[in-house]
């Protein structure tokens, strides 16, 4: 892993992409603030097709600004990123996605990258961390934590005002928070929505800047969705997205679907259009004790895959490789959401 210190402008080059073809693999960015009592942690390209975060860091740093306190920084998939085209591959070829690598065995290079990465937030002792993502399909900025607190709803409020609190288990970074060091991961829109850019900067000089990041405001309010499911598919699934149904795939999902992210759907809402024998096999939903939940959220109408009951649905992705190796989308109850007032 590369490491600078201080970087000047010249260092960080013309563009993020420039910068990084130059780093070539991973890299820590460590920038003195103007108060050295305190340090925060930030952790972005954590998927190497989710460079809002990176955009945001770059042109900051470009600025050759002190942060109010001190700043630790990691852009982990770079390799990923850098493969032609820029930003198209989630993972490098081959390797395990780097968020699902930072709990034991830590044996394959991305599991030891994330080790590295664990020890060095170990050693700096940040007081909370951030972790940018983009989703792969279009969708609002919302956070996601693995726990409600005060700490994790002020973070997430730098950003959106909409926060996941999960229970599943993945080996993301954000299920390493603790008390002493609160960790919120930031999804900041697709890759590709114009908003998202923005987002990214806006929090991020809120984070760096602002004196108190893990105190709610009185009367601020965030959107809750609690305990949310992923429909994944197993590997050998045939999928693809378009208008109908495309003659051959075990699953056609329609190619607007992920217009419904954030949104509320009824029951009876189309996911998918099915074929073959063995295409409910293909499908997976689990809750966090590893039960089989799938009748509770979806239901097989002849070769249609429709909701089972009023839902709220995120992270949809309409890409399929990320739907394979990863999942199709996550889903709450509608009854799971609430607005929380602080």
Not at 250 to 276: C, H, K, M, Y
Not at 313 to 330: E, G, H, K, N, V
Request: charged share 25%.
């Amino acid at each position: 892993m590369r490491t600078l210190i201080n970087p000047t402008s010249e260092q960080l080059l013309d563009s993020p992409e420039s910068f990084l073809k130059e780093m070539g693999e991973a890299v820590m960015i460590y920038v003195e603030g103007e108060r050295s009592e305190r340090t925060r942690g930030l952790v972005t390209l954590l998927h190497g097709n989710e460079p809002s975060g990176l955009n945001a860091l770059h042109k900051w740093l470009k600025q050759e600004q002190k942060p109010l306190f001190n700043l630790l920084c990691f852009i982990p998939s770079v390799s990923a990123a850098i493969l032609e085209p820029m930003y198209k591959n989630r993972v490098y070829p081959g390797q395990r996605d780097m968020n699902r690598c930072f709990f034991p065995p830590f044996t394959d290079a991305p599991g030891q990258l994330a080790e590295e990465i664990l020890e060095l937030f170990e050693e700096y002792q940040p007081e909370c961390i951030l972790d940018i993502h983009n989703t792969s399909g279009h969708s609002p900025d919302f956070g996601v934590v693995t726990y409600v607190s005060e700490a994790h709803e002020a973070l997430v409020s730098l950003f959106s005002e909409r926060l996941v609190i999960t229970d599943l288990r993945l080996g993301a970074l954000m299920e390493r928070s603790t008390r002493r060091c609160p960790v919120a991961t930031i999804e900041c829109g697709g890759a590709k929505d114009q908003t998202a850019n923005q987002i990214a900067w806006q929090g991020l000089q809120k984070f760096i800047y602002q004196e108190e990041v893990m105190q709610l405001e009185h009367g601020h309010h965030l959107d809750l969705y609690r305990q949310p499911v992923r429909l994944e598919l197993k590997p050998e699934t045939t999928i693809a997205f378009a208008d109908s149904y495309v003659i051959g795939t075990d699953l056609t999902v329609p190619s607007q679907l992920d217009e419904f992210n954030f949104g509320a759907v009824e029951r009876g809402t189309l996911i998918a259009w099915l074929g073959g024998s063995a295409c409910k096999q293909n499908l997976k939903v689990h809750d966090a004790e590893g039960a089989d939940v799938f009748s509770r959220f979806f239901e097989i109408k002849g070769n249609l895959l429709v909701t089972a009951q009023p839902l709220k649905l995120f992270m949809i992705t309409t890409r399929p490789d990320i739907a394979l190796s990863d999942c199709l989308l996550y889903a709450a109850a509608e009854t799971e959401h609430e607005v929380v007032d602080t």
